[in-house]
């Protein structure tokens, strides 16, 4: 048996990536509780969670229950679920909170606190397509939120039970770019489970990466039925790719984001993450809700905002969006 040691951590949401986190932190030894329901908290009470990535088959048992009161105050809470999921999950949250937690959203898209903290003209607005009524921003204190972007591609293969084939990177930053002392401790507990993590002063240009690599991939992949490798490398879709990669690259420049990759090497590393279907082409599959808000109508708000089209975008959301509907009604 490991010996726990360290942070109180609690994972809210036991998908692909809640429970590769869970299993790594587990492993490491720290002392790890999860939130979830239905067939994934039986799942985990009986037999704990089961992850099998690069290096090799991990199964950890841990606390679980669909009821935080039941875990008790946390020192971090990885808020693993999708971005609608946000406005009703948080209030089932608050028995995890201290003023001291830190609340490290691990969702897709633009986040609702992109420009808290930014700094720039739009500094403290509010994202309307992820947090429209406010309602997430009115629930949970900035002081709590520590920002991360997640380079890892899981897969559920039943609850509890997870598979993952490419490294696993979290990247960690305050919003208002401070290195913190806690920030660092984050990421040290988190690097010592095999995680790879990084703190950084600039987040937002890393989110820029993820949400160009969302955007370019996700919708199309709804509306083609592709795998990422698919996507980059067939002449037909890699074109309309690069399409809404270029009008993606033309926001982030707008915001002032620093992108640590030329488009050619952009598409030379996507194709590279082989057979993978998107998160969103798996929700499609399972007749779920999909993150077009945060992965898509949000980066189209942040273009109107400085005046910048993305027709090639918005067709590729919106044929998503209808496949994603039509598929609904015959259900």
């Excluded at 994972?11 to 329901?37: D, F, N």
């Excluded at 199964?59 to 008790?72: E, F, M, P, R």
């Excluded at 399409?243 to 690259?249: A, D, K, S, V």
């Excluded at 992965?295 to 975008?313: F, K, Q, R, W, Y």
Aim: proline share 5%.
């Amino acid at each position: 048996m490991v010996e726990q040691t360290g942070l109180k951590v609690c994972i809210a949401g036991a998908g692909a990536i809640g429970c590769t986190v869970a299993a790594r932190l587990a492993q490491a030894g720290v002392a790890v509780s999860v939130l979830a329901r239905g067939q994934t908290l039986d799942a985990i009470r009986r037999h704990g969670i089961q992850l099998t990535d690069l290096d090799g088959e991990h199964k950890v048992h841990v606390a679980a229950s669909d009821n935080a009161h039941d875990l008790g105050h946390q020192d971090v809470v990885f808020v693993c679920t999708k971005a609608q999921s946000l406005p009703t999950l948080l209030p089932s949250l608050q028995p995890l909170l201290t003023p001291e937690t830190m609340v490290v959203p691990l969702i897709n898209g633009v986040p609702w606190w992109y420009f808290h903290g930014e700094g720039g003209r739009f500094d403290g607005r509010i994202v309307q397509a992820v947090d429209p009524d406010a309602a997430i921003s009115q629930q949970l204190s900035w002081s709590h939120i520590l920002g991360c972007v997640v380079f890892i591609t899981a897969q559920v293969k039943a609850p509890g039970v997870v598979s993952s084939s490419n490294p696993h990177l979290l990247i960690f930053g305050e919003p208002d770019n401070v290195l913190s002392p806690r920030l660092e401790r984050l990421r040290a507990m988190v690097e010592k489970s095999g995680i790879e993590a990084r703190a950084s002063d600039r987040l937002r240009d890393s989110l820029w990466t993820k949400i160009i690599a969302n955007l370019t991939s996700n919708p199309l992949s709804v509306v083609s039925g592709a795998t990422l490798e698919q996507i980059y490398t067939h002449p037909g879709l890699r074109r309309i790719a690069v399409n809404i990669l270029h009008e993606g690259l033309a926001v982030a420049a707008a915001y002032g984001a620093r992108m640590q990759f030329d488009p050619h090497t952009f598409l030379e590393l996507a194709a590279g993450m082989g057979a993978v279907r998107t998160s969103m082409l798996q929700d499609f599959e399972k007749g779920v809700p999909l993150e077009l808000a945060a992965i898509g109508d949000a980066v189209l708000e942040l273009a109107e905002l400085m005046d910048i089209d993305m027709p090639a975008t918005r067709d590729v959301i919106e044929l998503a969006r209808f496949r994603s509907m039509q598929t609904k009604e015959t259900r």
